[in-house]
């Protein structure tokens, strides 16, 4: 099982990038939004990413999907829930940043699901009554630092504790950290975002 690649660029297409790991080169699919964060990378770049892995008996090739970010793999599990969205057809779909796709659902928002690249009427109504109540916490701008293991997804553990132990509506919530990180764009820890919340709430 694959979960994470650091490696060189060697080539990228519309819809995915060859990325040399130890003389191996591996095809990665990449979403959209996505996509659009490795404009500026060009041959010879150094990329990680994390990685969905899937392969079953019905589709034995190997099939790796690339993400900037571990909450957006975990977003991509949760949309890959979702009756006849499997994962190539959700690589299509995510044309949008999670955070977008997240709160279309929160607000029972079909007609913007719609926007979305193949997904029609009937599948954005199976999208909201498969996730809703379930993706609030990918509603807000992760700030993370992309290290491995080490990974920190620290607006969603801030997200959490605001809701489920002070008490904040999510919307709140969503908008206590928003305008924290805009206020300071050097947060890196969950401890600086909250002092950072408290210091613009006084």
């Not at 490696?7 to 959209?32: C, F, H, M, R, S």
């Not at 990413?49 to 690339?66: A, M, S």
């Not at 299509?92 to 926007?115: C, H, Q, T, Y």
């Amino acid at each position: 099982m694959i979960g994470y690649l650091q490696g060189t660029l060697l080539k990228k297409y519309d819809d995915q990038i060859l990325l040399l790991v130890n003389n191996t080169g591996y095809e990665i699919l990449i979403p959209a939004f996505v996509m659009e964060s490795l404009n500026e990378k060009s041959k010879g770049d150094e990329i990680s990413l994390f990685i969905y892995f899937q392969q079953t008996e019905r589709q034995p090739k190997p099939v790796l999907i690339g993400f900037n970010y571990e909450s957006e793999k975990e977003f991509f599990q949760h949309f890959i829930s979702v009756e006849a969205i499997g994962p190539i057809k959700a690589v299509k779909a995510m044309n949008l940043p999670v955070e977008e796709i997240a709160g279309f659902i929160e607000r029972n928002d079909s007609n913007s699901l719609k926007k979305l690249t193949g997904i029609g009427g009937r599948t954005a109504q199976k999208i909201i009554a498969t996730l809703e109540g379930k993706v609030s916490k990918f509603t807000t701008k992760t700030v993370e630092k992309k290290s491995g293991s080490k990974n920190e997804n620290i607006t969603e553990q801030v997200f959490e504790v605001l809701v489920e132990q002070l008490g904040h509506r999510p919307v709140e919530a969503k908008l206590l950290i928003d305008e924290a990180c805009i206020r300071n764009s050097d947060i890196n820890t969950p401890e600086d975002l909250f002092d950072e919340i408290y210091s613009g709430t006084k």
